[in-house]
């Protein structure tokens, strides 16, 4: 389509978290701004990946946006995150968030895939394991690399002496979540429908990514627009300092 126009895909089920409307409309207010909003497409049901696969399907068939800017709720995302994501123009491009891990770890959204299996499963015969990695290493060293580490959990975008939103901040992933992923027209078109299912083994998300690379299309991650996780309190970047950022240095320093 090429007009730059972004459309937020939204998607609730029984709960709403209550900073998720004025959140919403944060973020629509910057793309009227920029002359960028093509509106809104929002499905509820309490199954999390048909609400993805309808809004999908809604885009490609009910909306001329060249992009489509899915969020979760239980996040906060920086009002100007789509407008910025979009200006990247790629394919598919997600911003940075955290989740809670094990061993107290907050680990970033973004994964490589680091190994394959195949094994037979009882009733679904001869099924592929997939095995994923978070990209500990390649996060920690973007934020090594900055003059100053942004010690906050809130959602941010990092900028320049300019004020523009960072352009060496991208790091190419094999796999991620849908927390605050922007996807250009072009890039759903190639795939098929569901655009998420569950396959032995890969629940919906995966099984997306799978596609897309299956079809040639790039996938990366944008350190610089960095949204806010609501567990329980909000996690960011001073919580991958905290609980993540001694680890990998001294993995670093056991290679």
Same mark, same amino acid.
Request: aromatic share 10%; net charge negative; hydrophobic share 40%.
């Given at each position: 389509?090429?007009? &730059?126009?972004?459309?937020? +895909?939204? /998607?609730? +089920? ?16 910057q ?21 993805r ?6 885009? %490609? ?12 709720e ?20 997600? +911003?940075? /968030? ?10 970033? $959204?973004f994964?490589?895939?680091?190994? $394959?299996?195949? =094994?037979?499963r009882?009733?679904?015969g ?5 095995? /994923? ?11 090594? &690399?900055?003059e100053?580490?942004? /010690?906050?959990?809130e ?23 849908? &927390? @605050? ?14 655009y998420?299912r569950? =396959?032995? +083994? ?8 799978? $596609? ?12 610089? @627009? ?9 996690? &960011?970047?001073?919580s ?11 993995? =670093?320093? %056991?290679?």
């Amino acid at each position: 389509m090429g007009n &730059g126009k972004v459309v937020l +895909g939204l /998607y609730t +089920g029984k709960y709403v978290s209550g900073s998720f409307p004025a959140n919403v409309l944060a973020m629509s207010d910057q793309l009227h701004a920029a002359k960028k909003y093509g509106g809104v497409i929002w499905a509820e049901s309490c199954r999390v990946d048909s609400n993805r696969n309808r809004i999908i399907y809604d885009f %490609l068939h009910k909306n001329d946006s060249e992009f489509l800017f899915i969020v979760d709720e239980d996040m906060q995302h920086p009002p100007d995150m789509p407008v910025v994501l979009s200006r990247r123009d790629l394919p598919i491009v997600s +911003g940075l /968030y955290f989740r809670r891990g094990n061993r107290g770890m907050y680990t970033p $959204q973004f994964y490589k895939l680091i190994g $394959q299996s195949e =094994e037979t499963r009882e009733g679904h015969g001869k099924a592929v394991n997939n095995f /994923y990695e978070p990209l500990l290493k390649e996060v920690h060293a973007f934020f090594a &690399g900055l003059e100053n580490v942004p /010690y906050l959990n809130e959602p941010m975008i990092l900028t320049d002496k300019e004020g523009q939103a960072l352009k060496n901040s991208l790091i190419p992933m094999d796999a991620g979540g849908f &927390g @605050c992923l922007m996807m250009r027209r072009d890039a759903l078109e190639a795939m098929e429908e569901p655009y998420l299912r569950d =396959e032995p +083994g890969l629940n919906g998300d995966l099984v997306f990514y799978k $596609q897309a690379r299956a079809k040639g299309i790039e996938v990366w991650g944008d350190c610089a @627009c960095i949204a806010s996780h609501n567990h329980n309190s909000p996690i &960011g970047v001073a919580s991958f300092c905290d609980f993540t950022w001694e680890f990998v240095k001294d993995a =670093e320093s %056991l290679r």
